[in-house]
Nanobody, 125 residues
Framework: QRHMVESGGGLVQAGGSLRLSCAASLDTFSSRAFGWFRQPPGKEREYVAHINSNEYNTFYTNSVKGRFTISRDNVQKIVFLQMNSLKPEDTAVYYC??????????????????WGQGTQVTVSS
């Protein structure tokens, strides 16, 4: 069974906005941390942001601070990534995952599991 489903990607011009959604059908949703990662063309998957089970605890990689906002709805079981002031370097497939291995760095792909299928974000200059 697929637990994570990303949506909301698309093609936008530089400076535009998109809101990504990750529907997570997990009974343990409210007690889990969720992260957004992205994989640019020809590159490795990289950390973008994450949110702890406390909805006010959010974290971002430096390149997206001030532009992206991660949030969650524990009732609807959805994790969001609001992306503003998009840049061409934001072009990537965006994935959401569930924190699984607490003994690994939070920014490491290996700390997360239960990835969705990804949603494509393309930013034109």
């Amino acid at each position: 069974q697929r637990h994570m489903v990303e949506s909301g990607g698309g093609l936008v011009q530089a400076g535009g906005s998109l809101r990504l959604s990750c529907a997570a059908s997990l009974d343990t949703f409210s007690s889990r941390a969720f992260g957004w990662f992205r994989q640019p063309p020809g590159k490795e998957r990289e950390y973008v942001a994450h949110i702890n089970s406390n909805e006010y605890n959010t974290f971002y990689t430096n390149s997206v601070k001030g532009r992206f906002t991660i949030s969650r709805d524990n009732v609807q079981k959805i994790v969001f990534l609001q992306m503003n002031s998009l840049k061409p370097e934001d072009t990537a497939v965006y994935y959401c995952g569930v924190r699984t291995y607490s003994n690994r760095s939070i920014t490491s792909v290996r700390a997360w599991d239960y990835w969705g299928q990804g949603t494509q974000v393309t930013v034109s200059s």
